[in-house]
């Protein structure tokens, strides 16, 4: 979508705010049902769960500040910010989907292993996306009114994703008689429901010349 003047039109705003279900709802989800899902669904100790949560904290800390630079530097057609929320809509929901695959191997490494990994895997898609996504607004217009809307938009989009993934998850694990199968349909869903919007927002949303 081209820039047509300072003003932004409601679906660039509606687009740009779509964007936050994913920031606002996945760290719900998270941080209300994973570590029961760890103990146990996946049954490791919780020990070891809360080492998957201070590795992915020092992850993090490396990898915002690397996709920040490698961001500013790309360079494509789309501009350098919008190209990561196509290539997220896939990765979204298969890095959803690996975190809340409720493995059996035998061994607890093994099972442990897998955890640390599909969590990797998931920081390193929602910082491939959100890095960029934070960066945006001021891309999009030098406007301070205009970026406070893009905010508002975005608390509200992130506000119907916190309410939904606090209580939606559960009903949709519990609708299934097996537990294990419940996680797995979960994360297929929130994993669409996190990574779909981001065509929208893709579509809806420009940078300005300067930044192309």
Request: net charge neutral.
């Amino acid at each position: 979508m081209k820039k047509t003047g300072e003003k932004l039109s409601l679906l660039t705003r509606i687009g740009y705010g779509m964007g936050d279900l994913y920031g606002g709802g996945a760290m719900t989800i998270i941080g209300f049902y994973y570590l029961y899902f760890l103990t146990d669904v996946v049954r490791i100790s919780p020990s070891l769960a809360g080492v998957v949560f201070l590795v992915s904290k020092i992850y993090d800390a490396v990898t915002d500040p690397i996709m920040g630079m490698i961001s500013d530097r790309t360079r494509t057609r789309f501009g350098r910010r919008r190209p990561y929320f196509l290539a997220g809509v896939i990765l979204i929901v298969i890095s959803f989907f690996m975190m809340w695959y409720p493995v059996a191997f035998e061994s607890e490494a093994l099972r442990f292993l897998y955890v640390i990994l599909a969590y990797i895997f998931y920081s390193t898609i929602i910082t491939m996306v959100m890095v960029p996504y934070n960066a945006l607004p001021a891309e999009l217009t030098a406007d301070y009114n205009e970026r406070t809307s893009l905010a508002t938009f975005r608390m509200v989009f992130s506000g119907i994703a916190g309410i939904l993934c606090a209580v939606l998850p559960l009903e949709i694990v519990k609708a299934f008689g097996d537990q294990r199968t419940g996680y797995m349909v979960m994360a297929l869903c929130f994993g669409l429901f996190f990574g779909l919007p981001y065509i929208l927002t893709f579509l809806a949303t420009y940078e300005r010349d300067e930044f192309q």
